[in-house]
């Protein structure tokens, strides 16, 4: 969650915005010019214009040389020097000359008795540029200094300004600054937007501050329940308060909704319910991901359900999941699993089908239990001399050999009788 660099689009969008704002705010700016005490001279006015034309025509070229030359003529006039100012600064940003746009604009602001308005709006796009340009650290105390003055002057900012001071402090990894300008904002609009709300999240989650993200990912599931991102990301804080039960129960509400489309999905939800000793609810979603198509019927998926079906006590499941797995691949483990449910369920000839075909990668201890399971299978069939025998085999290796020698002494026990 933690916030990253904008990349080039972004930068492109923000540049197009700052133009656009500028373009609007110059016409504003040009009709604040034109009040009362507040006048430009004709000459400049008559250079204004001109110079504007040859911007909505692209002759930059034309207009700088214009404006420069009256920029230094202007500057006992303060009126005419700042709407020069203004002008040059916006004919820089729509060349994307951001550098020299900023130092206008900098320029500008220091200029003295100026209407509080007309420096808060200059401060304000001096900011978005600065912003641009990826220059946070600048961008932020004239954004401060903005907010500061228009309380001062009691006029209400809009949300965008303060949305744009917590990218600043984002930005800069000043993430407990981030938190109350972004509530501020949301104050400001009476509703949160997603794209502050994620802000708002990603301040909290950089800060480990868990409690307070989980607040913010229930307002966002409230707005937008349909977003599986938000469902895992709620289940995943809680597992970082090591509430496991709610993780479990979040992830288990979007299964429900149908959010789950990956095969591990399906597969972690079903080991977090299993450890969370709700084995039948785990192999019912294992079971459901596996008709659906989206969890591969391998011999390792099987072998899982089957261990779902096992620890929920549903034996019959069970085997009819080893079954299928060594269908896909005969390996030591599943046949020993298998071998185990079938002695449970007192299935003893087909235990000793299946272990008359050992699986090849069977290990010597595997190889001496799994003798110990068919001799006692040949037992409760009440073959005793298969019994004998096949415990006669188990005790020559070393795992097996002290069950294998007291079922071999009871069994000769009973032959001798």
């Not at 990912?217 to 709620?234: N, S």
């Not at 970082?240 to 129960?249: E, G, I, P, R, T």
């Not at 429900?256 to 939800?269: C, G, I, S, T, Y």
């Amino acid at each position: 969650m933690t916030s990253k660099p904008r990349s080039y689009s972004a930068r492109q969008r923000l540049r197009t915005g700052v133009l656009t704002c500028l373009s609007a705010w110059l016409l504003a700016a040009a009709a604040l010019c034109g009040a009362e005490g507040m006048e430009i001279s004709p000459q400049t006015y008559k250079k204004v214009v001109k110079a504007r034309e040859y911007i909505s025509e692209e002759k930059y070229g034309d207009a700088e040389t214009l404006l420069l030359e009256q920029k230094e003529r202007s500057k006992r006039k303060k009126f005419d020097h700042i709407e020069v100012l203004r002008t040059l600064g916006y004919l820089y940003a729509a060349r994307s000359q951001y550098a020299k746009a900023m130092q206008v604009f900098e320029e500008a602001i220091k200029v003295e008795g100026l209407p509080p308005e007309l420096t808060r709006e200059l401060r304000y796009n001096l900011a978005q540029m600065y912003m641009a340009e990826d220059l946070f650290a600048k961008a932020a105390p004239q954004l401060e200094t903005y907010l500061q003055e228009s309380e001062q002057a009691k006029q209400k900012p809009g949300s965008a300004v303060y949305l744009a001071l917590a990218n600043c402090y984002s930005q800069q990894k000043q993430y407990a600054k981030v938190i109350p300008v972004v509530r501020k904002a949301i104050a400001t609009e009476g509703k949160a937007q997603e794209s502050w709300l994620q802000l708002l999240l990603a301040a909290h989650y950089e800060l480990k501050e868990y409690d307070q993200a989980v607040n913010v990912l229930k307002e966002l599931l409230l707005a937008y329940p349909e977003k599986k991102q938000y469902w895992k990301q709620l289940s995943g804080v809680y597992m970082q308060l090591k509430k496991d039960a709610a993780a479990v129960a979040v992830l288990e509400m979007a299964y429900r909704r149908d959010m789950l489309e990956e095969e591990k999905e399906f597969v972690n939800l079903a080991n977090y319910l299993a450890y969370q000793n709700a084995p039948l609810r785990a192999g019912k979603i294992m079971e459901d991901g596996m008709q659906r198509g989206v969890v591969a019927s391998n011999g390792d998926n099987l072998r899982k359900l089957a261990g779902f079906w096992r620890q929920a006590r549903e034996r019959k499941r069970a085997i009819d999941a080893y079954k299928t797995a060594l269908q896909q691949q005969v390996t030591g483990d599943t046949q020993l699993d298998l071998a185990y449910q079938l002695y449970e369920d007192e299935d003893y000839r087909a235990l000793v089908d299946l272990l008359n075909a050992p699986a090849t990668d069977m290990s010597e201890d595997q190889k001496g239990r799994a003798l110990l399971l068919k001799g006692q299978a040949y037992y409760n069939l009440e073959q005793s001399q298969e019994a004998l025998a096949t415990m006669r085999e188990a005790s020559r290796f070393d795992a097996s050999a002290p069950t294998a020698k007291r079922w071999i002494s009871f069994l000769s026990a009973g032959a001798e009788q």
